[in-house]
């Protein structure tokens, strides 16, 4: 199983970015698939996560309302919308799975299954 993460890079605060996660070795439709992030000191928190199966959606309270997470089943391709970024979104985001199988809380780290490399986001001011 890969998740392999793409699209980071150096943005100017209020700048956008999307980030691709790639999935070969699962079905995204069986996962919930989602995104972390860990800056520097800090532990990985979930961001978002979405499950096609059930329909599940998450967005933590940082990224609400500026983040949108989607999936392309033809793809197996996992995406993070970034819009209005703010120099405390730096960190290393990463794709993560886990089976869509109750009970689950996608943006759980303890639980998940599959994590990908990561890929660095840096938001200047």
């Known amino acids: 199983v890969q998740l392999v993460e793409s699209g980071g890079g150096l943005v100017q605060a209020g700048g956008s970015l999307r980030l691709s996660c790639a999935a070969s070795?699962?079905?995204?439709?069986?996962?919930?698939i989602g995104w972390f992030r860990q800056a520097p000191g800090k532990e990985r928190e979930g961001i978002s996560c979405l499950s096609y199966r059930d329909g599940t959606r998450y967005y933590g309270d940082s990224t609400k309302g500026r983040f949108t997470i989607s999936i392309s089943i033809a793809r197996d391709t996992a995406y993070l919308q970034m819009h209005s970024l703010r120099p405390e979104d730096t960190a290393v985001y990463y794709c993560?799975?886990?089976?869509?199988?109750?009970?689950?809380?996608?943006?759980?780290?303890?639980?998940?299954?599959?994590w990908g490399q990561g890929t660095q986001v840096t938001v200047s001011s």
């Open positions: 993560s799975a886990v089976e869509s199988v109750p009970p689950y809380v996608c943006n759980d780290r303890d639980i998940i299954h599959y």
């Open positions: 070795g699962i079905t995204v439709e069986d996962y919930a």
